[in-house]
C-alpha cells in the first residue's frame, strides 16, 4: 500500500478531512479554504511555492519528505498566548523525532534541530476573532529521508541521516499526527508550565554562551540563552549582565559549521 492510501485509511480511522495532493503551491495556501474543518490535514508531495517564516522559501526533495498543513480551531487561546500553540507544534515534531531514538532540539522560536542541523520547519498562520485565535493553518515540513540537500542551505539533516535508515513517511506522519493530539490537548488544558518545562528541556543553546547579531543594528556580541517568555520572546543575557528580550527576527544566531 502507497503512502497515499497508507494516510487515507488512517484519516478515516481517526475521523479527520484529508486532502492528499501529487502538486500544489503550498499547502498553507490550499488548507486556507474554509472548507478544512478543525482536524484537517492538506499535504503534498509536491509544492511549487513552499513558504518558510519572513518570505523565505521551503525547498523539499519530491516523494522523500512530509509536506503538509493541520487546520485547527483554537478558539479558547488568546492571542496573547499564541506562542503556546507554537510551542505545542514545536513540542509535537520534538515527540515524532524522538520515537526514532533521535535527540531533536528547538531553536527558537521554532525550527527543529538535529545535531545543530535543521530537520524540520514550522509555519504557522493565525486568523483572530478579537483577542482570541479563531483558525490557526500549522503549516510543517519534516525532512524524512532526503539525504542530499541544496548547497544554498545552510545546515539542513533530515530524519534518515540522524536515524541511520530510511524511515516509512506514513508512519512518521501518524506518530506526528498523534503526538500533536496530546500536545493541542495540553493546550486546551492550559496546561502551560508542563509545556514550558518541556520546551526548555529541548531549547537548543539553552544556558550556553555564544555570539548572536542584533537583527535591527547588525551588531554582534555575546550573550546567554535564558529562556523564553509566555510572549514568545528570546530571552539573552549580555556579557555586561544585562538581561535583553527579542522577537523574532530581532536577533541572529550565528552558526558556523554544526554542533
Ligand atoms: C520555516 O522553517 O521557515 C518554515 C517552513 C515551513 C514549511 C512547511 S511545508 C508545508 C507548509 N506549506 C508551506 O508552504 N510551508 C509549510
Known amino acids: 500500500m502507497g503512502i497515499k492510501q497508507e494516510l487515507e485509511r488512517f484519516a ?40 518558510g517564516q519572513c518570505g523565505n522559501s521551503w525547498s523539499s526533495s519530491a516523494g522523500a519528505n512530509l509536506t503538509f498543513s493541520v487546520v485547527l480551531c ?39 534541530y538535529i545535531d545543530g542541523r535543521k530537520v524540520a520547519g514550522i509555519l504557522i498562520e493565525n486568523d ?41 513517511r506514513a508512519e512518521v506522519f501518524r506518530l506526528f499526527y498523534e503526538k500533536m493530539s496530546f500536545r493541542y490537548g495540553q493546550l486546551q488544558q492550559q496546561r502551560y508550565a508542563a509545556m514550558d518545562t518541556d520546551y526548555a528541556a529541548r531549547l537548543y543553546r539553552l544556558g550556553e554562551t555564544h555570539s548572536f547579531v542584533d537583527g535591527r543594528t547588525k551588531v554582534r556580541f555575546e550573550g546567554t540563552i535564558c529562556g523564553v517568555l509566555p510572549t514568545g520572546e528570546l530571552e539573552v543575557r549580555h556579557r555586561d549582565g544585562q538581561m535583553h528580550r527579542y522577537l523574532f527576527k530581532e536577533i541572529e544566531y550565528t552558526i558556523t559549521g554544526i554542533g
Open 12 to 51: 478515516g480511522q481517526v475521523g479527520f478531512t484529508l486532502a492528499y495532493l501529487d502538486e500544489t503551491t503550498s499547502t498553507n495556501d490550499v488548507a486556507r479554504d474554509p472548507r478544512y474543518d478543525a482536524g484537517a490535514v492538506v499535504i503534498a508531495e509536491r509544492q511549487s511555492r513552499g513558504r
Open 74 to 112: 483554537p478558539g479558547f487561546l488568546e492571542a496573547a498566548q499564541q506562542f503556546y500553540l507554537s510551542k505545542a507544534v514545536s513540542l509535537a515534531v520534538c515527540d515524532t523525532v524522538e520515537s526514532f531514538d533521535v535527540r531533536p532540539q528547538v531553536k527558537w522560536p521554532n525550527d527543529i
Open 128 to 168: 483572530l476573532a478579537g483577542n482570541f485565535l479563531s483558525r490557526s493553518v500549522v503549516g510543517i515540513g519534516i525532512n524524512v529521508n532526503q539525504t542530499e540537500f541544496d548547497p544554498a542551505l545552510p545546515n539542513p539533516t533530515s530524519l534518515a541521516v540522524a536515524a541511520g535508515r530510511k524511515l516509512d
